[in-house]
């Protein structure tokens, strides 16, 4: 009989990720990832897959391999690694291995992060890394952007390109300067590179792409400084380029749409005009062993790019000639990662997609059908019992329809009243959905209904729908209480006097404001959150310029004048601190630089010294992402304190 999930068992699942076919797309290197409680740490290994025979095996031992890379010929593989770096040892290594044995050489090792790969030819490989001195002890800052999460002080850091000869092992630096370079693609003719920049660190969410020519070492600017681009790929000529971005029209929450650039004439069109949702995915998930890749990828006529809509990301194909958009993939899932190759006549599809009861496995799109080529996760699956997510849709006081979902307890009575725990996303352009979320499944393991929706402000929508900058804490928050009072009202096994409230980032805002606004909730849980936005402008990585965009409204806002402070107070949980009745735990990591944990500290102090119920716990050595990529024993002992609250507020 199938056991109920645990606190530990997230270090159960695979996590794949980074598919990509070989030169003859005879095969596919991916990665595999899977937590380890006794490493207390992920181990990451290369696997391979022969397309036509379907047989996988590991490709290399790991334990910390990663962002693969296909030399031209399709005899080597180029791979990131850790070998011989000491647990705690900062930096990277370059690794090349041959595809029919031998032993594995490593090519380089550098004490800063490496984030990409791409082979010239057999001899000559492209890397984009940091570059730069790190200040161990004392920092001198001149940047605004001094710090980021996860990554730490950044304040002496550029990215920039590299080449290294595989044989004399000889690198050279191909971009300088005081600009970060953020993404990198090779023409087709393999002299040209495009490559993606931020110029301005007061405004990173604007870039432009320039060309490198390889033979000359000149790179030319095409774009005009005016739009928000995040990645790219060639046309099959080398003639164009299209590209990801946003032309800012509602400033950070703007939908990415596709865009076609000609190299010659540098003229922009807009591909997707007919698209009205996101090209993205932003689901959520804690069981994402790699970076979601969503495109674009020009293949032919046609370019495949991933389609956040509601709880979905399907893959989704352009003709580039007349504009039509056909699905490649269809139903209720999250495509994570994606590579496309033509063979012949046909184009082929390798891709990772998980579901909100199954975790990431490798399909393949051959001749329009589709095949499930990996099951690393049917053991998981057979050991455990899921609870399936219920959707529901309920329309808001204002008419607009909202997504929620509901998960009932294990063992589920329907003549049982039970607890249960709203639960807010981050973001807040984020979404729930077709993902799998391991924290859920254990809140239900443990007896409790899990709700979460997808309000106002939420990925997978209208960019209307998106856009609540200025308004926090308005129709947001109506469409949480209403979902609330919906849920209460439609499934009577809830009990309305045990009901919890708990969220992250901008979920843990939200958490804050709802506990200081209403006495509804009998527990809550508020993590890696904000509660004062004047303090998060000046110490989160990002503050100063979301905070502008999404408190103020505006990305051109000034914020320290009377009308800016004071619409930032008006927006802080902290300010209405007096008003809170609801126990509450705060819970941040010393190493978030997202949402510093000032936040936490400044709530706490405020809410003890005015009597309430609250407590605090701050967890060393993490990250913003404690959740999701946060130390497997850290993420356990998380689990552990939080259900622990809750059980003393809504089950005694």
Same mark, same amino acid.
């Given at each position: ?9 997230? !270090?159960?699942?695979?996590?794949? $990720? ?38 996988? =095996?590991? =490709? ?17 593989? @180029? ?38 790969? +791409? ?36 304040? #002496? ?15 050279? +630096? ?25 110029? /301005? ?5 604007? /870039? ?71 090209? $993205? /995915? ?11 890749? &969503?495109g674009p990828k020009w293949i032919g006529n046609k370019v495949y790019f991933v389609v956040h809509e509601g709880g979905s990301a399907n893959l989704y194909s352009i003709d580039v000639n007349d504009g039509s958009i056909s699905p490649i993939t269809v139903g209720y899932r999250s495509v994570e990662s994606f ?32 095949? +499930?080529? !990996?099951?690393? /996760? ?36 329907? *003549? ?13 352009? !984020? ?11 254990? =809140? ?5 209904? &899990? ?71 009998? @527990?809550? &849980? ?12 000046? #110490? ?38 007096? *008003? ?17 944990? &000032? ?52 089950? +005694?």
């Amino acid at each position: 009989m199938p056991k109920s999930i645990g606190f530990e068992d997230f !270090t159960k699942i695979s996590m794949i $990720s980074d598919p990509i076919f070989s030169p003859d797309t005879s095969k596919v290197v991916f990665t595999l990832t899977r937590p380890s409680l006794d490493e207390n740490d992920y181990i990451s290994r290369l696997w391979i897959l022969d397309v036509d025979s379907g047989d996988v =095996y590991a =490709y290399t031992n790991g334990p910390k391999d990663g962002r693969p890379s296909w030399s031209p010929s399709g005899k080597f593989i @180029a791979f990131t690694s850790r070998r011989t770096l000491r647990r705690d040892e900062p930096g990277v290594e370059v690794w090349l291995g041959r595809i029919d044995g031998g032993e594995f050489r490593m090519l380089l090792k550098r004490k800063l992060p490496i984030t990409k790969l +791409q082979w010239v030819d057999d001899r000559k490989l492209l890397f984009l890394g940091a570059s730069g001195e790190i200040q161990e002890d004392v920092k001198i800052i001149d940047r605004i952007n001094f710090w980021f999460n996860g990554r730490g002080f950044i304040h #002496t850091i550029r990215n920039h390109i590299f080449m290294v000869d595989v044989f004399s092992e000889y690198v050279e +630096q191909l971009t300088s300067g005081e600009f970060d370079v953020n993404f990198m693609s090779l023409s087709h003719s393999r002299d040209k590179l495009a490559y993606i920049v931020t110029l /301005n660190d007061l405004k990173p969410y604007i /870039n432009d792409i320039f060309i490198l020519d390889l033979k000359t070492g000149e790179s030319e600017l095409l774009t005009s400084s005016n739009m928000s681009i995040s990645s790219l790929s060639w046309s099959s000529d080398d003639s164009k380029i299209v590209f990801r971005g946003h032309d800012l029209r509602r400033g950070s929450v703007s939908h990415n749409r596709l865009y076609v650039l000609n190299v010659k004439d540098k003229s922009i069109k807009l591909l997707t005009d007919n698209l009205n949702f996101n090209v $993205s /995915n932003s689901l959520n998930s804690d069981v994402r062993g790699g970076e979601v890749n &969503v495109g674009p990828k020009w293949i032919g006529n046609k370019v495949y790019f991933v389609v956040h809509e509601g709880g979905s990301a399907n893959l989704y194909s352009i003709d580039v000639n007349d504009g039509s958009i056909s699905p490649i993939t269809v139903g209720y899932r999250s495509v994570e990662s994606f590579d496309v190759a033509d063979r012949g006549n046909e184009h082929l599809v390798i891709f990772t997609s998980m579901t909100d009861t199954h975790p990431t496995e490798l399909y393949l799109i051959r001749g329009g059908s589709e095949t +499930q080529l !990996t099951n690393f /996760n049917l053991a998981f699956l057979r050991e455990f019992s899921i609870s399936k997510p219920e959707h529901f849709k309920f329309t808001a006081s204002d008419g607009v329809d909202i997504d929620g979902w509901i998960m009932k307890p294990l063992n589920f009575d329907p *003549n049982k009243k039970y607890p249960a725990i709203l639960y807010i996303h981050g973001g807040p352009k !984020t979404a729930y959905g077709a993902s799998f979320i391991h924290e859920f499944q254990v =809140y239900a393991a443990r007896g409790y209904v &899990v709700i979460y929706t997808n309000p106002r402000g939420s990925d997978g929508y209208s960019e209307d729908f998106a856009d609540i900058r200025g308004h926090y804490g308005e129709r947001d928050y109506a469409d949480i209480m209403e979902s609330v009072n919906y849920v209460i009202s439609k499934y009577p096994y809830i009990d309305p006097s045990r009901i919890g409230v708990a969220g992250g980032s901008y979920g843990g805002f939200m958490t804050n404001w709802i506990v200081t606004h209403t006495d509804m909730f009998k @527990a809550a &849980v508020s993590m890696r959150g904000i509660s004062n936005w004047l303090s998060f402008y000046g #110490t989160s990585d990002i503050g100063y310029r979301f905070a502008l965009d999404h408190i103020l409204g505006d990305l051109s806002a000034k914020p320290i004048t009377p009308e800016g402070v004071n619409k930032f107070l008006e927006k802080s949980p902290l300010m209405y601190s007096e *008003n809170m009745k609801t126990p509450i735990l705060i819970l941040h990591s010393l190493e978030d630089y997202r949402c510093h944990y &000032v936040e936490a500290m400044q709530f706490f102090i405020a809410l003890k010294q005015l009597g309430k119920e609250a407590r605090m716990v701050l967890v060393p050595g993490e990250n913003h992402d404690l959740s999701r990529s946060g130390k497997p024993k850290h993420r356990v002992e998380r689990l552990k304190i939080i259900v622990e609250w809750f059980d003393k507020y809504l089950k +005694q």
